[in-house]
């Protein structure tokens, strides 16, 4: 609907000027008629006496048939139309300076009728163009007076009639000519403006369209006249031609029809239709004395939940976050009591062994503590193209030198070709950090060494860029591997919980996805799917880590 009336807005100048030049031909062609009428007419022998009837003659049947084809040809005169008026202006001045120089002692109805067509012309003309046919007009309209003097007895009344026709013509033309400026502006305005409306209300169907709250628009005899396509997801998808609200969703209709009448709005939530979120709708008149149309907006009840369950989320992240601060203290209060009180050479072994259970929780509480706080202050994401290979190279020659692995084996393997990404590196670093960790504390079978590998690929020829953390050891169980990323969940006795939520949400902030895959014949993967950045077709050779 939007699109046919930007189709009509923008054809509407180009019609406004294809009635203009209809009716000027249509008036062309009157006037050729009446030159006909005047040079042919037996009835005006009695007052017109014709001093060139064959110049008359022709000049006024030549007319008359470029008048026809003039009218007949107005549609394209409109593909260059400054040429074309300029051109019909011409004949006009040429057909009228003929017959009237074919009339005895001339007639002034000929040079009024010409004014119409020279005022017409600048109306449409550029000045400059209009002044100059303006001129040739007059001079048309001149020239027979002044020969008719010369050659004939004629007063000198009708030369000077004809030279104030002339004058009036130029005054006529300039006066037109700025008119139609005027005009032109205010149609460029005018349609400028009809644009402007219309996209806004292309931009106010669209965002009314994409609202999450349901609209619909209802009248007096209860049918849908708008609605958009969360009020029709919410309402079951009814089929399109359904549109009285009765049949559509008969519990609104009956809410509409009590709201109606006694002004009282029902608060409770209601499913419109099976299997969809329940709404709680709200009645509003298009305007105060508009008692017709309704606007229904219908507010999922779903989205409410969620946006008071942000809240609460972040008021208890917040409230956390001071609890934590506040546990520090007396934490490393304890702590520090414990080793000193593990310093006593008097200790029996029986209380050496509670004084390391009291060191071993108080550095998990301190663990925990630590893990609320970066998470509460982490910064935001900083996203940066990185070329994956070398990141993965680094990485692991950082953590061997920062490590003793002993036993156990970390290497990386990268792709022979360039691979870049988007993402924050401090992020990814400890991200990746906390997964090589993991990995190599609980990927391995028993009495033997980790193996992990570091892997840097990208999904497809075209796909995006992963860095995988991938070890041999006895993998995650199903009914585990679904709550990993959950907070506070683990399966160690010394394990916060907290370490595999924190690296998927530093990856979410930099627009990345982390993501558990079983590995088959044992082991597990964990797989980050970064955003690629520009591909580079430069080739590296592939150095094992």
Same mark, same amino acid.
């Given at each position: 609907m #939007?699109e046919?009336?930007?189709?009509?807005?923008?054809?509407?100048?180009?019609?406004i $000027?294809?009635r203009?030049? =209809?009716?000027f031909?249509? =008036?062309r062609l009157?006037? #050729? +008629?009446?030159?006909?009428?005047l040079v042919f007419?037996?009835?005006a022998v009695?007052?017109?006496?014709?001093?060139?009837?064959?110049v008359?003659?022709?000049?006024?049947l030549?007319?008359?048939?470029?008048a026809?084809?003039? *009218?007949f040809?107005?549609?394209r005169?409109r593909r260059?139309?400054? &040429?074309?008026?300029?051109?019909?202006?011409? %004949?006009?001045?040429i057909a009228?300076?003929?017959?009237?120089?074919?009339?005895?002692?001339g007639?002034s109805?000929?040079?009024?009728?010409?004014?119409?067509?020279v005022?017409?012309?600048a *109306?449409?003309?550029?000045?400059r163009?209009?002044?100059?046919?303006?001129?040739?007009a007059a001079?048309?309209?001149v020239?027979?007076?002044?020969?008719?003097?010369?050659f $004939?007895d004629?007063?000198?009344r /009708?030369v000077? @009639?004809?030279?104030?026709?002339?004058?009036? =013509?130029?005054?006529?033309a300039a006066l037109c &000519? !700025?008119?139609g400026?005027?005009m032109r502006?205010t149609?460029?305005l005018? @349609?400028?403006?009809?644009?402007?409306?219309?996209?806004l209300?292309q931009v106010n169907d669209?965002?009314i369209?994409r609202?999450k709250?349901?609209v619909?628009l209802?009248?007096?005899a209860?049918?849908?006249?708008?609605?958009?396509e969360?009020?029709?997801h919410l309402?079951?998808n009814?089929?399109?031609n359904?549109?009285?609200l009765g049949? +559509?969703?008969p519990e609104l209709?009956?809410r509409?029809? !009590?709201w109606? !009448?006694?002004g009282r709005l029902?608060?409770?939530?209601v499913a *419109?239709a099976?299997?969809?979120p329940?709404?709680?709708p709200?009645?509003?008149?298009?305007s105060?004395?508009?008692?017709?149309?309704?606007?229904?907006?219908l507010?999922d009840?779903?989205l409410?939940s969620?946006?008071?369950?942000?809240?609460?989320?972040?008021?208890?992240?917040?409230?956390?976050? /001071?609890i934590?601060?506040e546990i520090?203290?007396p934490?490393? #209060?304890?702590?520090?009591?414990?080793?000193l009180?593990?310093?006593s050479e008097?200790m029996h072994?029986?209380d050496r062994r509670?004084v @390391?259970i +009291?060191?071993?929780h108080? $550095?998990?509480?301190?663990?925990v503590v630590?893990?609320?706080l970066?998470l509460?202050?982490r910064?935001?994401?900083?996203?940066e193209s990185?070329?994956?290979?070398a990141?993965?190279?680094?990485?692991v020659?950082e =953590?061997?030198?920062?490590n003793d %692995?002993g036993q156990?084996?970390?290497r &990386?393997?990268t792709?022979?070709?360039?691979?870049e990404?988007?993402v924050?590196?401090?992020?990814l670093?400890?991200v990746?950090?906390?997964?090589?960790?993991?990995?190599?504390?609980?990927?391995?079978e028993?009495?033997?060494a980790?193996r992990?590998?570091?892997?840097?690929?990208?999904?497809?020829?075209?796909?995006?860029?992963l860095?995988?953390?991938?070890?041999r050891g006895?993998g995650?169980p199903a009914k585990? &591997?679904a709550q990993?990323?959950d907070?506070?969940?683990?399966?160690? @006795?010394?394990g $916060?919980g907290?370490?595999?939520?924190?690296?998927?949400?530093?990856?979410?902030?930099?627009q990345?996805?982390?993501?558990?895959v079983?590995v088959a014949?044992g082991g597990?993967?964990?797989?980050i799917t970064?955003s690629p950045?520009a591909?580079v077709?430069?080739r590296?050779?592939a150095k094992p880590?």
């Amino acid at each position: 609907m #939007a699109e046919r009336q930007a189709r009509r807005a923008s054809d509407l100048p180009g019609d406004i $000027t294809r009635r203009e030049l =209809y009716f000027f031909n249509l =008036y062309r062609l009157l006037e #050729a +008629v009446i030159y006909t009428g005047l040079v042919f007419s037996p009835a005006a022998v009695n007052w017109l006496q014709l001093s060139h009837p064959m110049v008359g003659h022709v000049a006024s049947l030549a007319y008359l048939a470029a008048a026809l084809v003039l *009218l007949f040809l107005t549609d394209r005169m409109r593909r260059n139309m400054n &040429a074309s008026i300029g051109f019909a202006l011409t %004949l006009d001045s040429i057909a009228a300076s003929l017959v009237l120089f074919s009339i005895a002692g001339g007639h002034s109805s000929i040079p009024m009728m010409l004014m119409v067509n020279v005022g017409v012309s600048a *109306l449409l003309l550029p000045f400059r163009q209009s002044q100059v046919l303006a001129i040739l007009a007059a001079i048309g309209i001149v020239l027979p007076s002044v020969f008719s003097q010369l050659f $004939t007895d004629v007063s000198e009344r /009708s030369v000077l @009639e004809s030279i104030l026709f002339g004058l009036a =013509y130029i005054a006529v033309a300039a006066l037109c &000519a !700025h008119l139609g400026r005027q005009m032109r502006e205010t149609e460029a305005l005018a @349609e400028q403006r009809g644009v402007d409306l219309l996209n806004l209300e292309q931009v106010n169907d669209l965002i009314i369209r994409r609202m999450k709250t349901g609209v619909l628009l209802v009248n007096d005899a209860n049918h849908i006249l708008r609605i958009n396509e969360s009020a029709w997801h919410l309402m079951g998808n009814p089929s399109p031609n359904q549109r009285d609200l009765g049949q +559509v969703a008969p519990e609104l209709s009956r809410r509409l029809y !009590h709201w109606r !009448h006694s002004g009282r709005l029902d608060q409770n939530p209601v499913a *419109l239709a099976a299997d969809v979120p329940e709404v709680i709708p709200r009645f509003s008149r298009m305007s105060p004395n508009d008692d017709a149309h309704v606007l229904i907006f219908l507010d999922d009840t779903s989205l409410l939940s969620r946006r008071a369950e942000e809240m609460t989320l972040s008021s208890l992240g917040r409230l956390s976050a /001071s609890i934590a601060h506040e546990i520090r203290n007396p934490l490393a #209060a304890i702590r520090y009591s414990a080793q000193l009180l593990a310093e006593s050479e008097s200790m029996h072994e029986e209380d050496r062994r509670l004084v @390391e259970i +009291v060191n071993n929780h108080c $550095t998990r509480a301190n663990e925990v503590v630590e893990n609320i706080l970066q998470l509460s202050r982490r910064e935001r994401s900083r996203p940066e193209s990185i070329d994956l290979n070398a990141w993965a190279l680094s990485f692991v020659e950082e =953590y061997k030198q920062n490590n003793d %692995l002993g036993q156990d084996h970390l290497r &990386a393997i990268t792709q022979n070709r360039q691979i870049e990404a988007m993402v924050d590196p401090q992020h990814l670093q400890q991200v990746v950090w906390n997964l090589v960790q993991n990995a190599i504390r609980y990927g391995r079978e028993p009495g033997a060494a980790a193996r992990v590998v570091l892997v840097a690929r990208l999904a497809s020829d075209k796909g995006p860029p992963l860095l995988e953390v991938v070890d041999r050891g006895p993998g995650i169980p199903a009914k585990v &591997a679904a709550q990993i990323f959950d907070p506070f969940y683990t399966t160690s @006795e010394y394990g $916060t919980g907290l370490g595999l939520y924190l690296a998927r949400q530093m990856c979410e902030s930099s627009q990345a996805t982390l993501e558990y895959v079983p590995v088959a014949g044992g082991g597990a993967c964990f797989r980050i799917t970064l955003s690629p950045a520009a591909a580079v077709g430069a080739r590296a050779p592939a150095k094992p880590g």
